[in-house]
């Protein structure tokens, strides 16, 4: 148990770190794009201080959240509560999901936003499949093994 503590501590950092620099560098400059020209010449956008680091804090905290999927599912594959073939099946479930957690952490009203959030966590979901398949615990003759 302390020989995996380590590499899923710094693991964990690192995504949440690169979920971050994604939302920072990628994901805020195409939304705040979109929400200043939003209904441009109707509308006059008044961002304060306090609107802007509230925007920008939960954006970076919801992407590094977000970017944990791996290792919730390396975890959950290593203990058995899911596998490959279960994660597999239950994509679809997971697309309604994926899309509900997007809206939640997003704190825009905007499908644009939403939609930015989701595709790289289905890219993450796909990825936490792959992890599962090679590190997850295998049945052999109805029987676990690692």
């Known amino acids: 148990e302390k020989l995996l503590i380590l590499p899923i501590v710094i693991s964990s950092t690192l995504l949440f770190l690169?979920?971050?620099?994604?939302?920072?560098?990628?994901?805020l400059p195409i939304s705040l794009q979109f929400?200043?020209?939003?209904?441009?010449?109707?509308?006059?956008?008044?961002?304060?201080?306090?609107?802007?680091?509230?925007?920008?804090?939960?954006?970076?905290?919801?992407f590094g959240t977000g970017f944990q999927l791996p290792i919730v599912a390396y975890v959950l594959g290593k203990i058995g509560i899911v596998s490959a073939r279960g994660l597999n099946k239950g994509?679809?479930?997971?697309?309604?999901?994926?899309?509900?957690?997007?809206?939640?952490?997003?704190?825009?009203?905007?499908?644009?936003?939403?939609?930015?959030?989701?595709?790289?966590?289905?890219?993450?979901y796909e990825i936490s499949i792959l992890i599962v398949w090679l590190t997850g615990k295998k049945k052999i003759g109805g029987v676990s093994v690692d």
């Open 18 to 27: 690169l979920g971050g620099a994604f939302c920072f560098y990628v994901m």
């Open 91 to 124: 994509r679809r479930y997971a697309i309604v999901i994926l899309l509900f957690v997007s809206a939640f952490l997003t704190p825009t009203p905007d499908m644009f936003t939403m939609l930015v959030m989701f595709v790289p966590l289905y890219a993450l």
């Open 35 to 62: 929400l200043i020209h939003f209904r441009e010449g109707l509308i006059v956008p008044m961002i304060t201080v306090g609107s802007y680091i509230s925007f920008v804090g939960m954006l970076v905290l919801g």
